[in-house]
């Protein structure tokens, strides 16, 4: 008798609410389906990217928010992190250029967009009620991967 496999692409949506253990949470679970799929090697990268999008979340919506996990082939996955605020951030909004020199915000953020593969956002519109929003999202590759080299 055969046996059945899960076969990538796999995607795991976890479901977060407005509570400060959030994106210790977000990570764990990361970690852990990170090291259920044989991707262990991306698990430094991918809680810091996870744990700035959700932190970003919490700190700037007033409603649950969810990250997505996906696999993204070649050794990759996506993260995408959903909240109710429909505003884009900085630097999601304005492109790879740093924050201001004495900005009190957007450092977090600005590390995602160095330490992401590649990354984006998409406003959120229409559809049923508490489904507005925007979704920030974010690729991570293997370091040995990386087009960007060694920021360490």
Not at 5 to 24: C, F, H, I, N, S
Not at 66 to 83: E, F, P, Q
Not at 94 to 112: D, K, N, T
Not at 123 to 131: H, V, Y
């Amino acid at each position: 008798m055969p046996t059945a496999t899960v076969a990538p692409p796999w995607t795991y949506t976890l479901q977060l609410p407005q509570d400060p253990r959030a994106p210790g949470v977000a990570r764990a679970t990361l970690r852990n389906v990170l090291r259920a799929h044989g991707m262990s090697e991306l698990a430094e990268t991918a809680e810091l990217l996870a744990s700035e999008l959700v932190t970003n979340a919490y700190q700037h919506s007033s409603g649950p928010f969810s990250l997505r996990m996906r696999d993204a082939g070649r050794s990759r996955v996506r993260l995408g992190v959903w909240d109710t605020d429909p505003r884009i951030p900085a630097p999601f909004r304005w492109g790879a250029q740093g924050p201001a020199e004495l900005a009190e915000r957007g450092r977090g953020l600005y590390l995602v967009t160095l330490y992401a593969e590649s990354w984006g956002a998409y406003p959120m519109r229409g559809g049923l009620p508490g489904q507005g929003g925007k979704l920030l999202w974010v690729e991570c590759v293997a370091k040995a991967d990386c087009q960007w080299g060694d920021l360490s």
